[in-house]
Structure formats: structure tokens, C-alpha cells
């Protein structure tokens, strides 16, 4: 047993979690917050003195003036406490520290709401306003020494497979990305601009052309979309990239730091990560992140109503359900209606539901289906008597989109249940959709690696190309994304036309980028993985800003530090800037 902590310093030898029966006589010195004080009687008083790693009871004389949130320091005995007054749900329950000498070190304004979990209820606004103080709470204590284990074990997993870690600018011109950028004037070169980045993608790239082989960084990536639980304009993602590999080592080298990282968080390494192919995961769960912690897949129905008389299945291109196990009871006329509804919002012509019945279903469409309609879908969907159908037909997209929505809203437990499910979601297609002037968009972004096999559909059918382009999904979150790219000149230029970017554009937007490529560009690819996404899901919280110290609220607001606030008129006009009147 030593005598004081790893952490002791010349103002304290333990800390307010730390002391145990073993202690027992010990003179020690602590520093803390004044959490609880109760009065006791006999002219004395028990103080609960807090820091990050717990809280210890201090008995102290009540004529000294403690007040919630005065900051002490507190030298004593540690002694047990007496009979009857232990406190087995405390570490520290079986101890209090007697005889004590306080120093007031700083008295304290009362904290406008209490710092303990009764602040889980508080209006988040206050809490981000008043953030350090939300921060002195015990649940943000332990996502923030969660987020730092995960970097730290995400450093060394990398280190340890030969990365280097390599710094890129914050300073940039636009990424290839697609995400709304932030513009940053720059004031010698009125009306230029800097983009602050998306992500470190162009210079990763580069510097594989530059010889370093292995890169990785914890980089802050910046993007002007709207927030959402899982969304912040300024996040972290572990970034890498690697020389002279195709995508299993690319998968390899990232799966290890992540289990490394959920390892170190939870104790327990998980399984190693399993692949489903992006048509695969649309055609199972309707999304290309299936949450696998539940069943409820997709069953596709499409060749089971090949003849039907049924007008709205007979032209549809594609049919799907999903199955509600023993929920036809559950579910009456309005449910049944809401659900349509959100059927239709997400764009769904209708919504058939079928109850099961001993008989049959109990659906108003029943008197459409054929018997060998009735008996094909149970058996194709596993149906017993009180289960309820939901069925979609559609074009393919729409069937899927919709019923993976309704899954995932029917099914999806809340984010701190387990188990952790990890999935590498592969082959995405090269172009998924088309923008506003009908040129298709590239799925991940233009750099992507196509799938050898289908480089002969780019003219034929180019929605069908696949690439080797790759996400890693964790209980329904994207993590991460990441692609083989492209090193070859002749195909770069093959998706730029496809993409309908002419060769003068990509020479403008891109040459800084590709040029380099002339001189000798490896084979490379890389990813990139959410470092707040992983951690709150690691720390059961469903939103990123719990496990960020200094978050933005949902409308990009900071109430702590008033920001964004309106320009200097000066310092906007030395940026060459003239504010515009703003309409509505
Ligand atoms: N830059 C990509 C992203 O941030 C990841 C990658 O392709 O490495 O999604």
C-alpha cells in the first residue's frame, strides 16, 4: 500500500474516490468541491468533498462556513466510520476522514443547478451555458475519460501497425467531399477564400504520393450541414490511409484499432467484425447501416405476387415485408393508420398491412390476394397466427428505404442496450442518385476505386458499377467510410466524365490533386472513422454532444461563449467583406 496516489501534489495525497478501509489512520490531505453538507449536532458538520473520481466524507466543526461549491482542501484522519453508518453503495462508504483542518481555497456563487445526476433533467441549454459546471458532473467526467481512452488506444493500435501520425492543414481550398464547407476570407487576397477542411482527404492522398506509406491522425473535420444527435459541424475522426494494399488490409489495420479502442472502454474484445455487401444489407434491412442487434428483416415478396390480380402489387417493380412478431393485437385502426403515414412521408405510395388469423388476414386488401398468395407469404415470412405484416411495393429504392424506416422505428432498442454489433458494409455503388442537373453522384466521393468487374458498365449501365468502397456500422451508426482509390489517370478521367465533370473542370477544381499523380502515385486507400460516434455509443448516450466537451447546440450555438456573434464592421471590412442586408 502506498501512502498517497499517483495523482497526489503538493496540495493533496489522495483523492476523493481513492481512500479504503485500508487507510484507516492515515493522515491525508484532499482537494475538492463541497457536494452535500448535513449538519450532525454536536457542533459538527459531514461534508461530502467531490472530484472527478468520487466523493469522500469529511466531518468537520460546523462553525467553518462551507457552502456548496466552495473549493477546499481538506487534511485529516482517515477512520471507519461507525456502526450502522456505512454506506455500501459508496466506494468510499466505509471510511470518512475526522479531525480536519479546512482551508478554503475558493468560496463559490451557488451553481444554478445541482452538479449531480438530478442535472440529466435540466434544459440543455442551461447545461451548455453553464458547461464547466455540467462538466464537474459524474456522467460527463466518465464520457470524457472514455473519449480520451478511445484516442488513446486508437494511437497506439495505429502506432503499433506502423502509422505515422502526420498533421494536414486547417487552411485549405474545397474538398471533394460534398458537404457544405466553411469559408474562411483571406485577407490579403480579398474575395479568395480559404474551406476549412471536410476531411484530410486530398493531402492523405498526397502523402502517399510523398512515400509515407502508412498515415493516420486524429483530425478535426469541419462541415457546415445541420446538426443532429449524431451530427456536429466540428468532429474527430481517426484519418488514414495506406500504400500498395486493396481493401482487407485496409479493413484489417481499421478493425483493430476499433476493438482495440472498444476493448479499452468496455473490457471485453469483441468479435471480429463481419461483412455483409451493401445490396445485401438494403435487401435485408433496407439501409446500408443495419442496427444488427434485432431480427425483423426484410422478406422479399416481389416473385410471390408475379401473377397477381392485386393492382397495386402487379406493376411494382419491387415487394417486400416486414413481420411484427405477436403485434397484430397490439396495433389498432389508428396505429395501423399512423403508420401509413410514416410510410408515405418517407415515400411510399401506401402501406398494406395483414394480420395473421387462424383463418387468414384480417387486412382490407385480404379479399385481393389469392389462397396460394395468403399460404406463399407465410411461408415466406415465417408468419404465425397474431403476427402483423407490413408490405411495400415500390420501385426497388423506395421499397427498401421505407420498410428498413418502419424497421428501424418498429424494432431499433435504444442505443445503451447491447450488444455491440460492428459490421463492414462493402461494395457500394459507385454512383448512387443523380443532382439537381442530372448527373449522377458519386457514392463515396470522386477518388473511389470501381469494382474491376463492372468497370465495362460504365457506359451501359452505370448505376449498376460497384467500388471498393467500404463503411463500418456499429449498432445502426455509420462510423465510417473509406475506399481503394483511384491512382490511374485514364480512369480518374472515366469517372469525372461519368460524374459529367469535363476535363477542364476536374483540371480547375482538382489539378493541384492530380497532377502529383503523374509522378508515380502507389496503389493506396484509406478510411476514416467518427471518433464522437463511436465514444457515445461506447458511453450508452444517444447523442454526440454528451461526449463532447464543448459541443454545439442543435441550431449550431454555443450559450457559454454567445458564439457566432455579428462581425466588427472593421475587421469584416479589412477581410474585403461588405455585409449584404439579410431577407428571409
Ligand atoms: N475522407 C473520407 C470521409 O471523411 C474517408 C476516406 O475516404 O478515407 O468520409
Not at 475558493?106 to 441549454?125: C, L
Not at 473509406?482 to 459529367?500: C, D
Request: proline residues 7%; aromatic residues 8%; contains cysteine.
Amino acid at each position: 500500500m502506498t501512502n498517497t496516489s499517483m495523482t497526489s501534489t503538493s496540495m493533496r495525497t489522495h483523492q476523493c474516490g481513492e481512500l479504503r478501509p485500508e487507510h484507516i489512520g492515515q493522515t491525508v490531505s484532499l482537494t475538492g468541491w463541497v457536494g452535500r453538507r448535513r449538519e450532525h449536532g454536536d457542533k459538527l458538520a459531514f461534508v461530502d468533498l467531490r472530484d472527478h473520481t468520487g466523493i469522500t466524507q469529511c466531518v468537520i466543526n460546523d462553525d467553518v462556513d462551507v457552502r456548496s461549491e466552495y473549493v477546499l482542501q481538506v487534511k485529516g484522519v482517515v477512520r471507519a466510520r461507525p456502526d450502522g453508518t456505512v454506506n455500501s453503495a459508496l466506494p468510499t462508504g466505509e471510511i470518512e476522514v475526522g479531525e480536519c483542518e479546512v482551508t478554503i481555497l475558493r468560496k463559490a456563487t451557488p451553481p444554478p443547478f445541482p452538479i449531480d445526476a438530478r442535472a440529466d433533467d435540466v434544459d440543455e441549454n442551461i447545461r451548455l451555458q453553464y458547461r464547466y459546471l455540467d462538466l464537474r458532473r459524474e456522467r460527463m467526467q466518465k464520457n470524457l475519460r472514455i473519449r480520451s481512452a478511445v484516442n488513446a488506444a486508437t494511437r497506439t493500435a495505429m502506432e503499433r501497425q506502423g502509422f505515422v501520425e502526420v498533421e494536414t492543414p486547417m487552411l485549405v481550398p474545397s474538398t471533394p467531399e460534398g458537404a457544405r464547407e466553411f469559408l474562411v476570407p483571406a485577407r490579403k487576397e480579398p474575395g479568395s477564400f480559404y474551406a476549412l477542411p471536410q476531411s484530410p482527404q486530398l493531402f492523405k492522398q498526397l502523402l502517399m504520393v510523398g512515400g509515407v506509406d502508412r498515415y493516420y491522425q486524429i483530425a478535426r473535420c469541419l462541415r457546415d450541414e445541420d446538426l443532429r444527435a449524431d451530427r456536429q459541424y466540428e468532429f474527430m475522426q481517426l484519418d488514414m490511409e495506406m500504400s500498395f494494399v486493396g481493401q482487407d488490409d485496409v479493413i484489417d489495420a481499421v478493425s483493430e484499432a476499433v476493438l482495440d479502442a472498444a476493448e479499452a472502454v468496455t473490457g471485453e474484445r469483441p468479435d471480429p467484425i463481419e461483412r455483409i455487401t451493401w445490396l445485401d444489407a438494403m435487401n435485408r434491412f433496407g439501409v446500408d447501416k443495419p442496427d444488427l442487434r434485432f431480427g425483423m428483416e426484410l422478406s422479399e415478396l416481389t416473385d410471390v405476387f408475379a401473377g397477381t390480380e392485386f393492382k397495386a402489387f402487379s406493376s411494382a417493380g419491387s415487394i417486400k415485408g416486414i413481420k411484427v412478431d405477436g403485434a397484430a393485437g397490439e396495433y389498432g385502426r389508428n396505429q395501423l393508420d399512423k403508420l401509413t403515414g410514416r410510410a408515405k412521408q418517407v415515400g411510399a405510395k401506401g402501406l398494406v398491412w395483414l394480420k395473421c388469423t387462424d383463418e387468414g388476414f384480417d387486412s382490407p386488401v385480404a379479399k385481393f390476394l389469392s389462397d396460394g398468395e395468403v399460404a406463399a407469404i407465410k411461408e415466406t415470412m415465417g408468419a404465425a397466427t397474431g403476427d402483423l405484416i407490413l408490405i411495400v411495393a415500390d420501385e426497388w429504392a423506395t421499397t427498401c428505404e421505407v420498410l428498413g424506416t418502419l424497421r428501424n422505428d418498429l424494432g431499433r432498442p435504444p442505443v445503451h442496450e447491447g450488444p455491440y454489433r460492428y459490421v463492414w458494409v462493402v461494395e457500394f455503388p459507385l454512383f448512387i442518385g443523380f443532382t439537381d442537373d442530372g448527373r449522377p453522384k458519386s457514392g463515396h466521393h470522386p477518388f473511389t476505386m470501381p469494382h474491376p468487374d463492372d468497370v465495362d458498365k460504365f457506359d451501359t449501365d452505370p448505376m449498376s458499377v460497384r467500388s471498393i468502397a467500404y463503411d463500418l456500422v456499429l449498432n445502426g451508426w455509420e462510423l465510417g467510410s473509406g475506399s481503394i482509390r483511384i491512382h490511374e489517370p485514364e480512369l480518374q478521367r472515366k469517372v469525372f466524365t461519368a460524374l459529367g465533370i469535363t476535363p477542364e473542370e476536374a483540371d480547375k477544381k482538382f489539378g493541384f490533386f492530380l497532377n502529383p499523380f503523374e509522378y508515380g502515385a502507389p496503389p493506396h486507400g484509406g478510411f476514416a472513422f467518427g471518433l464522437d460516434r463511436l465514444v457515445a455509443i461506447l458511453a450508452g448516450e444517444d447523442n454526440i454532444r454528451e461526449v463532447i466537451a464543448f459541443p454545439k447546440t442543435q441550431s449550431g450555438t454555443d450559450p457559454m461563449t454567445n458564439s457566432p456573434v455579428p462581425g466588427d464592421p472593421k475587421a469584416v471590412a479589412d477581410l474585403g467583406l461588405r455585409l449584404i442586408p439579410q431577407v428571409d
